[in-house]
């Protein structure tokens, strides 16, 4: 079931996005910059489906989260700051759950999973503040 994430996928659509990141805490300025453009998202799945690499890239950065499936980690995120993170894949969905380490952070939650008709959807939650992003596989 992994297999259907592994390759590039190009960013089609945001809902609610900007809102997410400012309950998240991401600043005003890397919001702004954030919601310009237009991510080309790569998975890489290894070790029979324990391993993955997933790769955001746009024309500001490059960012990288290797991990291990159902094993906590500390990570650090594409807007900076430093959470525990788990992913899990449960039906079809690889989930992430960030714990905040910092007391004045939240928690949030993803999850990421193709859609009926083959779209990439994450759908993200932190606190009441929910959001979605939908990519399209790259040809």
């Known amino acids: 079931m992994s297999d259907k994430f592994v390759g590039k996928w190009n960013l089609e659509s945001s809902e ?18 954030a919601g310009c453009v237009k991510p080309v998202l790569e998975f890489a799945v290894s070790n029979a489906g324990g ?6 890239t746009s024309t500001f ?3 990288n989260c290797e ?21 899990t894949f449960e039906n079809g969905k690889l989930i992430e759950k960030q714990t905040k ?18 779209k990439l959807i994450i759908a993200m939650e932190c606190g009441s503040v929910k959001a979605k992003r939908v990519y399209t596989k790259a040809t």
């Open 101 to 118: 380490i910092k007391a004045d952070e939240k928690d949030s939650r993803y999850e990421r999973y193709i859609d009926e008709s083959g």
């Open 51 to 56: 391993h993955w690499r997933m790769t955001s």
């Open 16 to 33: 609610n996005f900007d809102e997410f990141m400012k309950e998240v805490g991401v600043s005003f300025l890397t919001r702004k910059a």
């Open 67 to 87: 991990f291990d499936l159902d094993k906590e980690f500390e990570q650090k995120t594409a807007d900076g700051r430093t959470v525990k993170s788990i992913f």
């Open 61 to 63: 950065t490059t960012w």
